[in-house]
C-alpha cells in the first residue's frame, strides 16, 4: 500500500463478538493524502491476487471521491401527504408580526382571563388546613380507648401465646 503514496488513516475491521471475536472481518479502510494516490492504489491493487484470494478495492461509499457524477433530485410533491394545501415559506418579518399580535391580543384579554376553580381560590389550601389540624391534639373519645381489649393487644403475628400459670 505505502508504495502507492502516503497514507493518511488505515482502517482494519475485526468481529468484536460472537464465535469470530478477534478475527479481521474481510475488508479495510485507507485513505490517503492525495487523490491521485488514491486512484493509483484503486487501479492497480483490483482485482489483484493476493495469497489464495482476489481482493476488490472500490470507492467508501461516504467518501467524496465519487466515480459518478451526482444527479440533481426532482422536487417530489405528493397532494396527500401535503394535505392538498401549497407549501407556504415563511419568513422572520411574518413571524415577528404573528407574535407581536399575538402578544397585544394576550395585552387587551388580560382582563377577561378565565377563571378555573373560583371558589378554590378563596379557600385555604388544604396544605395548611393538615398542619392546622395536625397541631391540635387529637379528641380524647372514651370510646376509641374502649375498643382496644387486653386481649387485642397479644394478637400480633410474631407474638408467642403464654398459656395460664
Do not use: C
Not at 54 to 68: F, K, L, M, Y
Not at 112 to 128: D, Y
Request: aromatic share 6%.
Amino acid at each position: 500500500m505505502q508504495k502507492h503514496g502516503p497514507i493518511e488513516k488505515f482502517d482494519l475491521l475485526f468481529h468484536r463478538t460472537g464465535p469470530l471475536a478477534g478475527q479481521p472481518r474481510g475488508y479495510a479502510f485507507v485513505t490517503f493524502v492525495t487523490r491521485q494516490d488514491a486512484v493509483l492504489a484503486k487501479t492497480s491493487l483490483n482485482n489483484m491476487l493476493v495469497g489464495s484470494k482476489t481482493i476488490v478495492v472500490t470507492w467508501a461509499h461516504s467518501s467524496a471521491i465519487t466515480e459518478e457524477v451526482e444527479k440533481p433530485k426532482q422536487e417530489l410533491n405528493i397532494p396527500a401527504l401535503s394535505m392538498g394545501k401549497p407549501e407556504r415559506k415563511t419568513d422572520r418579518e411574518f413571524q415577528i408580526q404573528a407574535i407581536e399580535a399575538k402578544l397585544k391580543l394576550m395585552e387587551h384579554n388580560k382582563n377577561n382571563e378565565l377563571v378555573i376553580n373560583k371558589t378554590a381560590s378563596t379557600e385555604i389550601p388544604v396544605i395548611t388546613q393538615y398542619q392546622h389540624n395536625k397541631q391540635q391534639p387529637p379528641p380524647s373519645n372514651s370510646r376509641v380507648r374502649s375498643s382496644f381489649k387486653k386481649s387485642d393487644r397479644h394478637h400480633k403475628p410474631y407474638t408467642k401465646h403464654k398459656g395460664r400459670r
